[in-house]
């Protein structure tokens, strides 16, 4: 079946420090993959995707590419801020069904 | 702001109550769906409706019951939960091969 792996933290960094944050995956077929961000009292919001091999997904400053030899779809963010804090969830859909990793809290500090 | 709506935002029930949550979407999704998540937890699925026809039951108990009145309407009915029913529970929807969109989720406390 599938499954995702994600690095679990607790992460801790300063604000303008580099965040990465890995994500490996076991699929048959050609999911599609994402990142979903949860922040404190709110549901999930997706962060960005990527539908096939070598596509690179971006959104507020976030990048991620999904990179088949290696199964992976790592999270990166040049510049964290403290707005940043939050929990990270890599999730891949094969059909209807959307498989979590176990998620990431990530904690910026000032 | 989200585009899955999702009320209750809070709920708390004694274990003898009947409640139902409500999700609504509108933007054309025929894929809804239930999610239960506990603190700290990555989700967990319940259900799945396509076409307005229930696809998907990961062996939930019968105490919760989905109901898809229509293409833009999901609820679910609780009957006689336990306190370790007590989680967030998230609505989603999809298109083909579009993301999941989440709803802001209804935090259901058991007492």
């Known amino acids: 079946g599938n499954s995702v792996t994600q690095m679990e933290g607790p992460v801790t960094l300063s604000e303008e420090a580099f965040l990465t944050i890995n994500c490996t995956y076991t699929?048959?077929?050609?999911?599609?993959l994402f990142w979903y961000v949860q922040y404190p009292g709110e549901g999930l919001q997706l962060l960005l995707k990527?539908?096939?091999?070598?596509d690179k997904g971006s959104n507020k400053g976030f990048e991620a590419t999904y990179r088949k030899e290696t199964t992976s779809f790592h999270l990166e963010k040049g510049s964290v801020q403290v707005s940043d804090s939050a929990v990270y969830f890599c999730?891949?859909?094969?059909?209807?069904?959307?498989?979590f990793g176990a998620g990431t809290t990530v904690t910026v500090r000032a | 702001d989200t585009e899955v709506t999702q009320t209750p935002k809070h709920l708390v029930m004694g274990m003898t109550n009947k409640k139902s949550l409500k999700c609504e979407q509108h933007?054309?999704?025929?894929?809804m769906y239930w999610y239960k998540q506990k603190a700290k937890k990555p989700p967990e699925l319940m259900f799945v409706?396509?076409?307005?026809?229930?696809?998907i039951n990961e062996s939930v108990p019968s105490r919760f019951s989905p109901e898809c009145p229509n293409s833009s309407l999901l609820n679910l009915h609780l009957h006689a939960l336990q306190p370790e029913d007590s989680a967030l529970y998230l609505c989603?929807?999809?298109?083909?091969?579009?993301?999941?969109?989440f709803g802001n989720g209804t935090r259901l406390t058991v007492t």
């Open positions: 989603a929807s999809s298109q083909g091969n579009t993301p999941l969109h």
């Open positions: 699929a048959t077929g050609y999911p599609s």
């Open positions: 990527a539908t096939k091999a070598d």
């Open positions: 999730a891949l859909k094969d059909d209807y069904k959307l498989s």
């Open positions: 933007m054309g999704h025929r894929a």
């Open positions: 409706y396509s076409y307005e026809k229930l696809s």
